[in-house]
């Protein structure tokens, strides 16, 4: 599991925030409701820095920044203030 896939709480297979996007906020493996504040996340922000997938989806126009992230940015525990 790499530092952007975070474990079903339900069957413990790993889940990306896009694959979970996909799958309407569900686990595609399982499809148990995967409530991203529940998730635990890394010391460093990962969310805030948005992965190559991310931009290539983005440019690609196959999602928005709201879809992928949940608004207009990226956002994490650390810089949700900022």
Known sequence: ???NQWPCWSCKEPVTMKMRADADGNCPHCRAELDIEDWPFPDEP????PSAEDLQ???EGSYTPE???GGS???CP????K
């Not at 990962?46 to 820095?49: G, H, I, L, R, S």
């Open 1 to 3: 599991m790499n530092k």
């Open 46 to 49: 990962v969310c805030c820095t």
């Open 57 to 59: 989806l983005l440019a």
């Open 67 to 69: 879809e992928l992230w």
């Open 73 to 75: 940015r990226p956002t």
């Open 78 to 81: 650390k810089c949700i203030d």
